[in-house]
């Protein structure tokens, strides 16, 4: 025979007054017992169907919360505690948990639940939240799924296969948010191969662990191992915000460190010149371009003339990948480069191929051959970026003026893309004073010492 909870049961699990559970029964709002002899009892099967029948967003006795006859003065004259909150230290409490503002040193407000549950106490901050009516009904719902896990009482899952949720985060989601969401779609040809036959419930981060060695031995660098994770990471926060899952399985999987993957490649100036010198007609100006703004090779391949301002000298990236415009100043050895682009081209897009007009939308076989010819090693088009930061470190520009014409966010992340050069750093340990006049012990200057300096200098020189 099934075992009945009792009211102080259902109280103590809902963190309510018995009293509240005695006026729920009066009103007929909650399914009961009434035993001869015994009292007021709950079926577990009536309650779970009743909850069931409730908003999955919404704690089921605090349902009159969201009628709109019951505004939140109303609801807190029936359950805030005291009748008013702590203003001093702005904590609302409740009989199931309280609600409170706190202020982040950067002075941001943010709204924060608490509650007891079987002894431990859970405090939570509600991302996105914007009143304290938002972080209440929150806090009716954590406690709520709390009670339902006690007692068994389970909700009913949506099921969905991986491949068909794949199809509908690049529907629903990347398409409407991401300028790169075709990256996403070719990643998710890889994820489908793995996770083909697999209900997105079952995927446990053991399952992620296995996807994320298969990958790295298939010959992907780690960085591009996370790129894979992170995208994993964001569809599961997805599949929970849509009711698909509970938890997230790759939120413990751990990234791999890239620390080992920052290259140092920096273009030289004898490098410059070789390459432009074997460079064809139309990848030239792309690579003065890119050494001249530090612009990256997409922004520079979508570029229109629209774009640029020659009587200002100044180019506008408006596809930028952190989503703001920014405006570069067009310097002497640019401005004349684009000036022959611009006389008697009819295209709108800035770097066409000659013979046929057409916009050119990749370089990389053209880049990687025209290095080969200038016996340059190593060198990606984006170390041309790298290298416009670090030429203009090596003259002075704060951080903040490259962060700005680079297009980051935070100095952080324009640190990663400035290197002093090898002759920078040779000055820099020279410069340190001793205190004794004498050449200190061990130092003994050679003639391959000042020709190796005389070299470096030649190299690492400036424009």
């Not at 509600?126 to 709520?144: E, F, G």
């Not at 960085?223 to 997805?238: D, G, H, I, P, S």
């Not at 952190?322 to 611009?342: H, Q, T, Y």
């Amino acid at each position: 025979m099934q075992r009945l909870l009792t009211t102080k049961e259902v109280s103590s699990s809902l963190h309510i007054h018995p009293n509240t559970v005695y006026r729920l029964v009066k009103k007929g709002e909650i399914p009961f017992l009434k035993i001869k002899g015994v009292g007021i009892r709950f079926e577990k099967e009536k309650i779970t169907e009743w909850l069931n029948q409730r908003s999955s967003k919404t704690y089921p006795l605090l349902e009159p919360f969201l009628k709109a006859t019951l505004a939140l003065d109303n609801y807190d004259k029936l359950f805030l505690k005291g009748g008013k909150s702590i203003m001093s230290q702005k904590i609302w409490s409740y009989p199931f948990g309280s609600v409170y503002l706190r202020q982040t040193k950067s002075g941001k407000e943010r709204w924060y639940i608490y509650y007891r549950f079987d002894g431990e106490r859970v405090r939570e901050v509600v991302k996105n939240a914007q009143s304290r009516a938002d972080a209440l009904k929150v806090l009716q719902v954590k406690v709520a799924d709390a009670f339902r896990g006690k007692h068994g009482f389970k909700k009913e899952e949506k099921k969905i296969k991986f491949k068909e949720f794949a199809e509908e985060y690049i529907k629903n989601y990347a398409k409407v948010n991401k300028r790169s969401w075709k990256d996403d779609e070719y990643c998710l040809d890889r994820f489908k191969l793995f996770f083909e036959n697999l209900y997105l419930h079952d995927i446990s981060s053991y399952d992620i662990e296995k996807f994320k060695v298969e990958i790295l031995n298939s010959g992907l660098s780690k960085a591009r191992v996370n790129r894979y994770l992170a995208l994993l990471k964001k569809m599961f926060n997805l599949a929970i915000d849509w009711n698909y899952l509970k938890e997230n399985p790759a939120r413990k999987v751990k990234l791999f460190s890239e620390k080992d993957n920052l290259k140092e490649r920096i273009l030289s100036t004898e490098e410059e010149k070789r390459l432009l010198e074997v460079s064809s007609e139309h990848l030239r100006p792309i690579i003065i371009t890119a050494i001249c703004t530090g612009m990256r090779r997409g922004e520079i391949l979508s570029l229109k003339w629209n774009q640029v301002d020659l009587s200002r000298r100044t180019i506008r990236v408006d596809k930028a990948k952190s989503g703001k415009v920014r405006i570069i100043p067009i310097n002497d050895v640019l401005f004349k480069e684009l000036s022959k682009l611009k006389k008697g081209q009819e295209s709108e897009h800035v770097f066409v191929y000659p013979r046929t007009g057409k916009p050119i939308n990749d370089v990389k076989t053209t880049f990687n051959a025209t290095t080969r010819r200038a016996e340059i090693k190593d060198l990606r088009f984006h170390d041309l970026r790298h290298s416009f930061a670090s030429r203009l470190i090596e003259r002075g520009v704060d951080l903040i003026t490259v962060r700005d014409l680079l297009g980051h966010h935070s100095v952080t992340v324009t640190q990663r893309y400035t290197h002093s050069n090898a002759e920078q750093k040779r000055k820099a340990v020279e410069s340190l004073p001793f205190q004794s006049k004498e050449k200190p012990i061990g130092f003994v200057p050679s003639v391959s010492t000042r020709k190796e300096s005389e070299v470096l200098s030649e190299l690492f020189s400036a424009n």
